[in-house]
């Protein structure tokens, strides 16, 4: 099988340019950001030029013709093939140390050429969220509970129970697959929340205030005067999110699957944060991009859109999405979410894609990872009878007691991707 091409040089463009060898000179339309830019007020922090992508600081550098980073058209392949082999903070430092100087004059220690050990397609699972009970699930907030207590159950065990599966059947059909959530109540640190809690929460924010990610007074909060939950919200969820994504990136996968469930648009619960069942089922994918305005503030985020710019992630993930929306409603008989659905993180922060059921948006881990990827959401979780299947424990996979339904979207999703799969390798 061939290897997948995850890196096509030409999205940046709506037609790619004519281009002659060596001494090269390039021809270029306007690139096609469609998908990249929801506000027409981020087109201040960058320009693409006859020879060259400039990214800028502010609206006032723009105009003054100063870019905070350049990467010139003939060393875009040499650039993205440098920066998907290091972790995201050498690629901050590296950022800043190109400005405007030529990829080639820069003095970089790390092998241009490094690939995994293997030619094996790879494959990473995302299983969102991180409870190991239903107390847990309460603290973070993902968590089902039906009016009338028929139907319970948390997110975070569904998530990982479709990643399980998604693995032995990926594996088995010989491709290479991490998880980042490795058993069910894990978090991306190989332990529960509560073990990290107990054995790893002093020294990761001592690390943190070294490093100046926090400050003293934050550092103070966090260990005298924060329950577990306060700490979750503060510090944890960012720090673990970051680990997830460490992972993926270091894996460095052709493909990454992020699984997350959903709930009904406005979804109503009571006073005992019970949910009224409703009958509004669909699946919907997230793919990068969406930038809004505010988010190209900071330098961090620059370098995130510029990396997003010069890759192709976003029309593979494209690709990639609007299959896994056909299957799921082929063999599960739920289908894509309306694209004029009236919910405000649909209408406010993405951008449609023309595919049914797939949505750039501008998540913090669809920006922090590399390569092609989809965000799936399966599903309503208040719809009755989606709660009464996810609540089942009628499967088994790696020793725990799941639902069928998990399984089923499993199955669906793998042959999403092997049919990608296949179109990649035509």
Known sequence: MQKIQIVFIAFIFSTLFSCLKEGKTYEMQTPDTRFLIKSESLTAFYEMGASSVSIYASEEDKKMQTPECVVYYKEIEDVLNYIQNISFEEYLEFYKKKGTQSFYDMQLSENLNITPNN???????DAGHIASNFEEALMEERFMKIIGGKFQFYEARNTWAVAAFLFEILENEGF????????????????TYKEWLTNDFQLSLEQSLHSGKITEKTYQDLLYNSDAKTVFNRYFRNLEMEERARKIN???????????????PKPQTNSNQEYYASNENFNMTFVPGSFTAGELD?????AKFLRLLLSG???NSVELSSLIIRYLSNSLKVSAVSETLNVSYLQDYCIYTNQKGVFARNLALNRMIYGTQS?????????FAEAELLSQENEEVMGEKVPLRTKEAAEAIAAAIKHYIELQNK
């Not at 290479?176 to 332990?191: N, S």
């Not at 900071?298 to 620059?302: D, L």
């Open 298 to 302: 900071s330098i961090s985020e620059r």
């Open 313 to 315: 992630d976003i029309k």
């Open 250 to 264: 270091e894996f460095q996968p052709n493909i990454t699957l992020i699984i997350h469930f959903n709930v009904s």
């Open 375 to 383: 965000y799936v959401e399966l599903f309503c979780q208040d719809n």
């Open 176 to 191: 290479e697959v991490m998880l980042t959530r490795e058993k069910a109540g894990y978090t991306a640190f190989g332990k």
């Open 119 to 125: 030619e094996k397609i790879r494959i990473a699972i």
